[in-house]
């Protein structure tokens, strides 16, 4: 069916052209024999062509366009007939014999302009006679084709200022009343079309429509051009009749449309001091009108404005744009009841942006926008339309982007409010956006009050909120998310020690809500974060001897002491305990004995507790030995007790190579290297030893096990150790003891039952090889070395 | 020369010449054949005088009981074909009886001739003034020749013209006042006029207003009535809606029009009506008609 319509309406255009042509073609004939009266006769039916009611808008265009050309011709002879002494005012009256009014009017307008240009008569009573007369076409097609011909014709015409065709003291009314006349019966027309026909042609009809309207707007661009037109004229005249026009037809499309064309074909500053009018009509739409957009183009257009030269901001605050701006779209929400929270949002979002550009220093205008915005949501609930989601995150990403600076957003009381409104997946990414700000520009969030307020901003990041559960949330989305926040956690932070500790105890307030599975990511920075300012403080102790005060590494030890805690409800005792490790080393550095006693403390009980997983197991007590091997602030007694379990549970471990491997490293706990570090050679020894038997028991087990002997790997590095102890000048490692363990060695090496290990070799080879090189060195270690045969 | 056909020719040429027929205008008149031709133009009250010259066939006389020549206004119905009624006739005797041997003129005069009907060619009927030349020859048959002549008569504007305004319509379906700038219209006149739609219920398609002829002839249970549309004029294209107003602005000057001629002679009357019309989508017509009247105003150049 709709085919057939397609192929039909080529044909009828098909028709239409051919019989336009046949016509124009003796039309040419007459012209070129000057025969006037045959000329008027087959352009009137040439004209008549346009008659059809079969062809839609773009077709009729088509052939419109053709008739035009066609008239074009007909005028350039017309003028010359007027040059032969044929005298324009019977022409004009010759033309208005014709019977169909179509072709009629048609001849009339082109006659008309040559009228105009002959100057026998004001242009002003050419036009008037001319726009009346077009009332004889009813039908919205043929009528908007022919106005716009009218248009089209006349707009070089007008009795403009300054203009060949001025009339009298009041000629630019004169051409407005003709432009605005034509215009609103143009608009009558247009607006027409919606009722005219079958409803279920709804469709179409609505796009046939909208091909049409630049035939309307184009009269407000005429309008716009006319140069007599003043801001005075505008205010009191132009812009309130289009307006009248514009609330009074009671069209969607026309109001949308036309609204916009008012607002991109004026000036701006016109706008801006016609703004109450402008605005004044918008909550008197209809209801279907999309009024967000035309008031943020209008807004945008205004921001543009405002940033395209400083001298015009004093007129925005002259006239209270903001203040204008505001209250309108307020009423324009109060209006359309039934607008959608997108479309509020998506005007406030506007207005902030307009706000920003022009009033950039205004953070109360930003905080009053926003305020409102809540105002308009929070009857809602959450909000679960993704478009107004997605257009509050605009509206809060704007002044971010703006200031550059989290700071400003942190002063807006309205701003979380309004984050409140959103749903969690979104408040979740706005708090994104908001770490990212703060990444980006490397903002330094220095006031208590400050990290309060951005903590309250991404809670979302930062707790569950609502009974959204976590499984529906991608695993790496996650720890992306968390590793910003830990991010964030680090940019936190003050000299001020005092407002450190604040910030501190905020943080650890709202981290300590964020449940097992944040805990993780959240904890480790900010324990760095108070470790850094317990350094803080203790560099300045030093110099300043303080007073009262309430920051002091005791105190911010005790609040870590708590914080680590809270990681065991997750629980992540590898993380604790490493976290304690490292409390513990700062406190040693602090000096603090009894703080540094009890991390370690904790450590042990979570070693003993917690670390079940022997691999976990070995991790940790090498940690254990490292940081230990490093304090030095226990007395013997603490000393002795720690040192003492750490080779305790090094034995206990479950492998014996990692046992081994455990206890030869708890001989450094009884050696240091420094100059008054504890040397107690006896008990390293001891260490060594029993790492060797643990060895031997290792070798024997793998032989018992499995058959072969094993790696001699756990030897090689015993006798590493030997090495450094006796390099380092420990007296109870003697020369024969490592003689025999290389012995040794060398004797599991060519046994049959060993397994052959390259990497072992390689080792062991290099082990030598560094002893002898140690001979050749010569001096104090070379003599020392000499002994050892290898 | 052929002598048998010679015997049935005239046995002289008459020829009637008015003695300002150079100067005087001249309008087409058409013929009962169809041809048309032009022809001396007269008001009322104007002396028609001229000569008339008499020229025997080479070498004949002719002989007569006497020569007249007579102004007449004649109306002749088409059904009653051949059949006219003189409503003037005026004679003058040019000769006494007696014989023409060579040319001879005689100049005659009819002096401020009341005329009081115009010239009228209808469909039924028509109105002629002519002058007849008789030469009265007994038993040979009189000869006979005629010339038509025109007669325009003109009118002031009339003192009174008041406009024609009118609201009509249809219950509930459509309303309109419609208005023309006056009830009396000269030949050449522009009717202007607007017409406002009150209400409109019904899918208009165009509207057109018409000028229409009605000639009506004879009397009593006689009377024929003949209507003409003389003109269709396009008002309006496409639907108006509640409010709208359209314009007319016709021309009368391109149709051929005559003054209103009301009972003539109490022969015919001939009126002039403006109609209307609405055409809805569906080809109903809705129509109002209005009788103007048509005078003729003296041209000024």
Known sequence: MIQDGVEDEEKWLAAGITGLQQNAFYMHRALDSNNLKDALKYSAQMLSE??????????????????????????????????????????????????????????????????????????????????????????????????????????????????????????????????????????????????????????????????????????????????????????????????????????????????????????????????????????????????????????????????SSAEVLPEFFQVEAFTKLNNSIGKVIEAQVDMTADGAVTLYSSLLKFTLHVHPDRLDFVDQILGACVMKLSSKGKLKDSKATKEIVALLSAPLDKYNDIDTA?????????????????????????????????????TADKVEALFELIKGLIQDLGEHLQDELDEDDFKEEQNSVARLIQMLYTDDPEEMLKIVCIMRKHIL??????????????????LKLVRQLQGQEENVAQEEASATPKKVFQLLNQTIEA????????????????????????????????????????????????????????????????MHVFGVENRDTLTHKATGYSAKLLKKPDQCRAVYACSHLFWFDDQDGIKDGERVLLCLKRALRIANAAQQMANAARGNSGSVMLFIEI???????????????????????????????????????????????????????????????????????? | MNYIIGAFK???????????????????????????????????????????????????????????????????????????????????????PGEIYERKA???????????????????VRLRYVLKVTINRGYAGSIVEYQDFVVRNYSPPPSINNSIKMEVGIEDCLHIEFEYNKSKYHLKDVIIGKIYFLLVRIKIKNMDLEIRRRESTGSGANTHVETETLAKFELMDGAPVRGESIPIRLFLSPYELTPTHRNINNKFSVKYYLNLVLVDEEDRRYFKQQEITMYRLAETS
């Open chain 1, 50 to 307: 346009l008659r059809t009611s079969r062809l839609s808008p773009h077709k009729y265009y088509e052939l419109y366009m053709r008739a035009f050309d066609e008239l074009r011709q007909l005028e350039m002879f017309f003028k010359e007939e007027t040059k032969r002494g044929c005298s324009i005012v019977e022409l004009y009256e010759l033309v208005q014999h014709a019977g169909n009014i179509l072709p009629r009017l048609y001849l009339l307008c082109t006659v008309g302009s040559v009228y105009i240009k002959s100057k026998e008569a004001p242009a002003k009573d050419v036009l008037k006679d001319l726009v009346e007369m077009c009332r004889g076409i009813q039908h919205p097609v043929r009528g908007l084709f022919l106005r716009s011909y009218l248009s089209q014709v006349s707009r070089d015409k007008l009795p403009d200022i300054g203009s060949e065709y001025e009339g009298d003291a009041d000629t630019v009314m004169d051409a407005v009343e003709f432009v605005l006349q034509n215009f609103t019966e143009m608009n009558k027309l247009w607006v027409r079309m919606q009722h005219q026909g079958a409803a279920r042609e709804k469709e179409r009809r609505e796009k046939e429509r909208s091909e049409l309207r630049d035939l309307v707007g184009k009269n407000l661009h005429v309008l716009s051009q006319i140069e007599g037109i003043d801001l005075d004229m505008y205010r009191d005249l132009v812009l309130p009749r289009v307006l009248e026009q514009v609330v009074n037809c009671k069209d969607d499309i026309a109001q949308y449309y036309l609204m916009d064309c008012i607002i991109q074909v004026f000036p701006d500053e016109y706008h801006l001091q016609t703004l109450e009018i402008l605005l004044g009509a918008c909550p008197q739409l209809q209801p279907g009108v999309d009024i967000k957009t035309v008031l943020s183009r209008l807004m945008e257009r205004l921001s543009n404005y405002a940033v």
């Open chain 1, 410 to 446: 942190l002063k807006l009381s309205n701003y979380s409010r309004v984050m409140d409104c959103l749903d969690d997946g979104t408040n979740k990414v706005m708090a994104n956006v908001i770490v990212q700000s703060i990444m980006k520009n490397k903002t330094c969030i220095s």
């Open chain 1, 513 to 530: 809500t964020g449940g097992p599975k944040r805990l993780p990511f959240t904890v480790p920075p900010l324990v760095f974060n108070s």
């Open chain 1, 567 to 630: 990681l065991s409800v997750v629980p992540v005792p590898e993380l604790a305990l490493q976290l304690y490790l490292q409390c513990a080393e700062t406190a040693n550095d602090c000096d603090l004995e009894p703080v540094a006693y009890e991390f370690f403390t904790q450590a042990y009980i979570l070693y003993e507790e917690e670390i079940s997983d022997s691999r976990a197991q070995v991790t940790a007590i090498h940690l254990i030995i490292g940081t230990l091997q490093r």
């Open chain 1, 719 to 790: 006798l590493n150790k030997y090495l450094y102890f006796f390099e380092k000048g420990n007296s109870q490692i003697t020369v024969t003891s490592i003689q025999s363990l290389i012995e040794l060695i060398t004797t599991e090496m060519q046994s049959d039952t060993l397994t052959h290990d390259p990497a072992a070799d390689a080792f062991f080879a290099s082990t030598l090889r560094y002893i002898q090189f140690q001979k050749d060195k010569g001096g104090a270690v070379g003599e020392k070395y000499e002994p050892i045969k290898v």
């Open chain 2, 10 to 96: 005239p046995a002289c040429n008459v020829s009637i010449t008015f003695s300002d027929g150079k100067s005087r205008k001249q309008v087409p008149l058409k013929k009962e054949n169809g041809q048309t031709l032009m022809v001396p133009l007269f008001k009322s009250q104007e002396n028609i005088s001229g000569k008339i010259s008499i020229e025997p066939v080479q070498g004949k006389k002719v002989q007569h009981n006497g020569i007249k020549v007579e102004l007449l206004g004649q109306i002749e119905m088409y059904f009653d074909r051949g059949n006219f009624y003189d409503f003037t006739s005026l004679v003058r005797e040019l000769d006494v």
């Open chain 2, 106 to 124: 005689y100049p005659f005069e009819f002096s401020t001739v009341e005329m009081p009907y115009e010239t009228y060619n209808g469909v039924n």
